[in-house]
């Protein structure tokens, strides 16, 4: 799962010296490791997806050629798309979107909402354009969850999540998965949706759950094409 800072340089057609930028200035997270910074699979994605950076979804696909894994469309059906999710502030928003999700009786929600809250501590999950997409550091901690899902609220009102553009967030996308490489997978399929005008395009719209899920199933058909 980890990569050397050169070939993060060469998977994502960058020069190595952009790569220790964004590690040294841009805080992309690396460990030296023998004098060679070495970059999570997991952590990248995240960073990119934070940093409006573009990740090619096949550049993770290797490592994931032994697990059956679902669509973005079929995390999304698991999950649900929830129209008016009311708050007030972060707490309040990320409590309501944890009492939507369909848990298994052996997880405690009150459990899951401050493992979200730790990760929102470590910095922001928004992406900007008032998106965020909060999500367990360690997905292995639901290895009891039967299913992936990947749950979307749009929020009732905008609430402010600290993102880089200074926008305040109007959709959540909450990833829950028993793997990191579900985790990565699906992440990776949000992030390369996101960058689809018609998925994107269906988001700024008035909540239409039925519209959603077809723009989704529309981009996953445009990338196996």
């Known amino acids: 799962m980890l990569m050397k800072s050169s070939e993060v340089a060469a998977l ?15 805080k992309l997270p690396a460990t030296l490791v023998r004098g060679t910074f070495q970059i999570n699979r997991v952590d990248l994605l995240e960073w990119a997806t934070e940093h409006g950076i573009k990740v090619p979804p096949e550049l993770f696909e290797a490592a994931q050629a032994d697990v059956e894994l679902p669509t973005l469309s079929q995390a999304l059906e698991a999950g649900g798309v929830h129209c008016g999710v009311a708050g007030d502030d972060k707490l309040s928003v990320l409590r309501n979107m944890v009492n939507l999700l369909p848990l298994p009786p052996q997880m405690d929600p009150e459990f899951l909402l401050q493992v979200l809250l730790a990760r929102e501590a470590l910095g922001t999950t928004a992406i900007g354009d008032g998106i965020a997409i909060p999500h367990v550091r360690n997905p292995i901690l ?4 039967p299913l992936p899902a990947v749950t979307l609220c749009f929020l009732e009102k905008p609430i402010d999540f600290g993102a880089l553009d200074g926008l305040p967030v109007r959709i959540l996308f909450l990833i829950t998965s028993p793997t990191v490489k579900v985790h990565l997978h699906l992440l990776s399929r949000l992030a390369y949706a996101l960058h ?3 998925f994107r395009a269906s988001l700024n719209l008035a909540c239409d759950p039925a519209a959603i899920m077809e723009a989704a199933r529309r981009c996953e058909r445009g990338k196996r094409s």
């Open 142 to 145: 639901l290895q009891n969850k």
């Open 196 to 198: 689809d005008k018609e």
């Open 12 to 26: 994502l057609h960058q020069d190595e010296s952009t790569v220790m930028k964004w590690i040294k200035r841009d």
